[in-house]
């Protein structure tokens, strides 16, 4: 059995394709790749739960970085974001939930969640204001 | 105008106001309107404008409580959120907190009843606050005062609220501003019947009026001695009470320029700390003609006309009024009538014991226990049936005794002092002036034996505060 390179989970300085050795039908086809800090490993699906309709959400990395702002349509909203190998402060994300337009009115929600590759689901406990 | 264009916010979270704010002109946003514009702008995916506030940055704003239009917000401005002092001008029925605590805008609401138009002042620190309402705003008087700066309560959050137009009774309240939320001042104010005097005039009477603090003991003559009293109050002799009253609201007014007991007229408020206050008449209330002094003022100097119309309220809290002068008088009688008249004794007969005396012989001065603050200055007084004229009085003492005491003296004897004890002259008989203490019956008897002989006449009369009198029906014994 020959030996290849998987999807390795640990930030590396450069990219490198790794071949196949010997002399069978793999040879020298590459067999996997190194990735850059910035490159996602994969995807972390993020849901909300117990939304109240129409408010303002809001998904930051901590650094303040847009991830994704939407306008709740439903009670549980669904998002996909980039996860990055442990360690990546891409992904510590502080979520925001605010609904001060119309009534009924919310004090802000914030909470904080780390993106790792799999699924989450975060119960918004809204305040009326 | 809207909210969203009378005011922006920067980037720094620094709410301004667009333009000053305009008492009577522009209204003010209640707390609650700031804060629900600060969330609404808090809830946009990106800031716009000249209002620098969306979902990107922090919360804004929070209330202690939910959202009630009914109620006094007690807002925060979350972290950096600021309003300066112009700005809030532009709030009510609320408070605002920012600088994680450092300053707080507590609002202040006036209730009462009150003249249109009544002009507010409020103190802070012995200061005036620099008006930013109107006259007109008490029928609804609702503000923001700043509270706290740089971490410290403005004197402890302390206020007085005033409204002391001349030509209207004063108010005023203490209010605490540390609790934040909305505080209220009770005022009550009223056209003042006694002024009449324009203010320039009132100026001009107070000028010759002096106040000046200090202990004096006086004694009105009244029969309670002397009495402490912290300031006196003195006229010119030319001014009358009214004027006077008129003088010292005026002293006590917004206005006013005057210095009272050491500290501005506009603020102040009694004489001593010990004394309740007089807010609608800081220097006393005048009423039916008479001018009731508030605590501590004794008044000299005081017209001949007015002897009688003013009250005093000593320091220690007894109500002090300058004695009344009355007199017994009986008529219907004819020259030559003896009348007697003296304390009734309640059985149909005239109170002969009313002391008990000693004296030594040929004394002049005798000494009668307990005597009576209503005997008069000079008369008569039956000593053992002896009939005595004396001509003074000085504390039990009546001075001048005529005849003197007769030989043996007396001992521990029956004596009284009537009112009249004398023949007529004419139609009439008056008894000497003596000071009005409380109502009593008089028993008076009318008689003559002489030349125009009658059947001994006998009634009795009331002594009031306007003095007793009455009429004999002379009935001939022929």
């Known amino acids: 059995m020959s030996s290849h390179w998987g999807f390795y989970p640990v930030a590396q300085p450069a990219v490198y394709s790794i071949a196949a050795a010997g002399i069978g039908p793999n040879a020298g086809a590459p067999t996997g790749r190194l990735r850059l800090p910035t490159d996602p490993i994969g995807t972390f699906t993020l849901t909300l739960t117990n939304l109240v309709v129409g408010s303002a959400i809001r998904v930051e990395t901590q650094a303040g970085a847009l991830v994704e702002y939407r306008v709740a349509d439903a009670a549980s909203e669904v998002f996909s974001v980039p996860a990055y190998a442990p360690g990546n402060a891409a992904n510590d994300l502080r979520i925001k939930v605010r609904k001060g337009t119309a009534a009924p009115f919310y004090v802000p929600y914030e909470t904080l969640t780390t993106a790792t590759v799999g699924s989450a689901s975060i119960y918004v406990s809204q305040i009326p204001d | ?478």
């Open chain 2, 1 to 478: 105008m809207s909210i969203n264009t009378d005011f922006s916010i920067d980037g720094s979270g620094n709410i301004r106001q667009a333009t000053a704010f305009v008492p009577g002109t522009h209204s003010r946003y209640t707390t609650l309107e700031l804060h629900a514009w600060l969330q609404d702008l808090a809830d946009d995916s990106a800031s716009s404008g000249d209002d620098l506030v969306s979902i990107l940055g922090a919360n804004p704003s929070e209330l202690a409580g939910k959202r009630n239009v009914a109620r006094p917000m007690a807002l925060t401005l979350l972290p950096a959120m600021n309003l300066n002092d112009a700005t809030s001008q532009w709030f009510k029925f609320g408070s605002v907190e920012q600088g994680a605590g450092d300053a707080l805008y507590t609002g202040l609401k006036v209730l009462g009843t009150n003249v249109a138009n009544s002009p507010i002042y409020i103190t802070q620190a012995n200061a005036k606050i620099t008006k930013y309402w109107t006259d007109s705003d008490i029928a609804n008087f609702q503000i923001l005062v700043k509270a706290k700066a740089g971490g410290a309560l403005i004197d402890s959050g302390n206020i007085v609220v005033f409204s002391r137009k001349y030509g209207q009774t004063y108010s005023h309240f203490d209010a605490n501003l540390a609790a934040g939320g909305e505080q209220v001042a009770a005022i009550s104010t009223a056209v003042d019947g006694n002024i009449v005097l324009s203010a320039g005039a009132a100026e001009t009477i107070w000028n010759t009026i002096g106040v000046a603090t200090g202990d004096t003991n006086q004694d009105l003559g009244n029969g309670n001695g002397s009495k402490l009293y912290k300031g006196t109050i003195t006229l010119n002799g030319t001014t009358t009470l009214t004027q006077a009253y008129q003088a010292l609201m005026w002293a006590c007014s917004e206005a006013s320029t005057a210095t009272v007991a050491g500290v501005p007229g506009w603020r102040y408020r009694k004489l001593n700390a010990a004394y309740s206050e007089n807010a609608a008449t800081p220097m006393g209330n005048f009423a039916g003609g008479k001018f009731f002094l508030a605590q501590g003022w004794f008044i000299t100097g005081v017209m001949a006309a007015d002897l009688k119309n003013y009250q005093l309220i000593a320091h220690d809290g007894t109500l002090q009024s300058p004695p009344t002068s009355v007199q017994v008088q009986i008529a219907g009688v004819v020259s030559g009538d003896y009348v007697l008249v003296a304390r009734d004794d309640g059985s149909g007969g005239i109170l002969t014991s009313e002391y008990t005396v000693s004296a030594s012989a040929a004394a002049t001065t005798v000494t009668v226990p307990s005597l009576k603050t209503d005997t008069p200055s000079s008369g008569v007084i039956r000593i053992a049936g002896n009939r005595h004229t004396y001509s003074g009085k000085s504390g039990s003492d009546l001075t001048g005794l005529s005849p003197a005491v007769p030989g043996g003296g007396y001992s521990s004897v029956s004596a009284f002092v009537p009112y009249i004890d004398a023949v007529a002259s004419g139609t009439t008989i008056s008894s000497a002036s003596f000071q009005f203490s409380s109502n009593f019956t008089c028993r008076y008897r009318v008689r003559n034996g002489g030349g125009s002989p009658i059947v001994p006449f006998e009634s009795t009369l009331s002594v009031t505060e306007v003095g007793g009198s009455g009429t004999a029906v002379r009935n001939a014994d022929a």
